[in-house]
T-cell receptor, first 114, second 114 residues
């Protein structure tokens, strides 16, 4: 299956812990996007990355959230000192050329903060 | 500013009925792209269609059809002879040609009753 892979699919953290979400783009795709879906809401853009570069982070909360897409390996969305309000589904999408190309989404990671 | 409005929060119909999901968008761009995604109960996002702003031809794919009208800034989605498997949340979305992020509507929850 050459689709976008995300792991873990479900993640439970206690308040104050760190959460690390991983995304492997589709084969041949070098553009990765992260979106967050709060319960009963639509998806909201967080950040757009290419290999080793953050292109657009206009949707990222100013504190505790960071993202990277290293030269080798998956993209990582990191949430430090999680709070209950971080509980959401986090989706990763990838595209081959960015900008106008269709973004294909992974299955999402459901984060629950206790 | 860009915005996507899906005024129908929830729709419930009996199997085999036709159903139309409304989508109205706002953008100042002359070039843009419109999308529909499906989110079944399992939670993943499934890409359905992408349409650019210069192509106003209606599209039909099996039981699915899309009606794009620039004059009313609408991109409506019709399911003909609905089936229980069509039950899902459907998102309409918009992206600029020169930007990366997808702007999602709040979604319409469609329930098909047997």
């Amino acid at each position: 299956n050459a689709g976008v892979m995300q792991n873990p699919r479900h993640l439970v953290r206690r308040r104050g812990q760190e959460a690390r979400l991983r995304c492997s783009p589709m084969k041949g795709h070098s553009h990765v996007y992260w979106y967050r879906q709060l319960p009963e809401e639509g998806l909201k853009f967080m950040v757009y990355l290419q290999k080793e570069n953050i292109i657009d982070e206009s949707g990222m909360p100013k504190e505790r959230f960071s993202a990277e897409f290293p030269k080798e390996g998956p993209s990582i969305l990191r949430i430090q000192q999680v709070v209950r309000g971080d509980s959401a589904a986090y989706f990763c999408a990838s595209s081959s050329t960015g900008s106008t190309d269709t973004q294909y989404f992974g299955p999402g990671t459901r984060l629950t903060v206790l | 500013a860009q915005k996507v409005t899906q005024a129908q929060t929830e729709i419930s119909v009996v199997e085999k009925e036709d159903v139309t999901l409304d989508c109205v968008y706002e953008t100042r761009d002359t070039t843009y792209y419109l999308f529909w995604y499906k989110q079944p109960p399992s939670g993943e996002l499934v890409f359905l269609i992408r349409r650019n702003s210069f192509d106003e031809q209606n599209e039909i794919s099996g039981r699915y059809s899309w009606n794009f009208q620039k004059s009313t800034s609408s991109f409506n989605f019709t399911i003909t002879a609905s089936q229980v498997v069509d039950s899902a949340v459907y998102f309409c979305a918009l992206t600029r040609s020169s930007a990366s992020k997808i702007i999602f509507g709040s979604g319409t929850r469609l329930s098909i009753r047997p």
